[in-house]
């Protein structure tokens, strides 16, 4: 068995589990914020579970139409486009201040980490050797499952010293930079 390329790791599996770290901190991040939603905006119990909802809507309903994208046009394109909606879609949220605006920020950002996982597992079929490609896969899976990880700790800390507002833009931010480093790494 040959060893993992760790170029490949790098180039390919680093910006990949990113995007997919992202896609499971920002599917996670309503309940940290919930409160705070409640207070400054008015949101409500049936409010907050709409957010939810226009969130796995959109991720839903992008899984076919992104499968399809992925074996046309590729991970990379794909990955990229999508990181920079699910940007937009967090600056949109971090500017809301209504319930209508908070759902789009919300559906934004789920169709544009819908292919967090299948881009990642995509690219690593295609660039991995045949026969590190479960260990990769592992790799992938780990690395994006910490995302839950940091939608506490780490994201109350952030939402104590910036506010959620400031949380969804560093999201978005953080979004362009990684779709900037699938586009320019991969």
Not at 87 to 110: E, K, P, T
Request: glycine share 12%.
């Amino acid at each position: 068995m040959s060893a993992v390329p760790w170029r490949l790791v790098v180039c390919v599996l680093l910006p990949f589990a990113a995007g997919f770290h992202l896609s499971y901190l920002l599917r996670t991040i309503n309940a940290l914020i919930a409160g705070q939603l409640a207070t400054e905006l008015g949101i409500g119990p049936a409010q907050l579970g709409l957010l939810t909802s226009a969130y796995f809507l959109a991720f839903g309903a992008a899984q076919i139409p992104c499968g399809i994208l992925l074996d046309r046009h590729g991970p990379k394109l794909v990955q990229c486009i999508l990181l920079l909606i699910a940007s937009v879609g967090a600056l949109v949220f971090a500017l809301a201040d209504n319930l209508v605006l908070l759902m789009v920020g919300r559906a934004l950002i789920g169709l544009g980490v819908a292919a967090g996982l299948m881009a990642g597992i995509k690219a690593i079929v295609l660039w991995f050797p045949a026969e590190r490609q479960a260990l990769v896969n592992g790799w992938m899976m780990m690395l994006g499952t910490l995302g839950a990880v940091t939608a506490t700790g780490p994201a109350e800390f952030m939402i104590d010293s910036i506010g959620w507002r400031g949380l969804f833009a560093v999201m978005g931010g953080l979004s362009a930079l990684t779709a900037l480093l699938v586009l320019f790494l991969v």
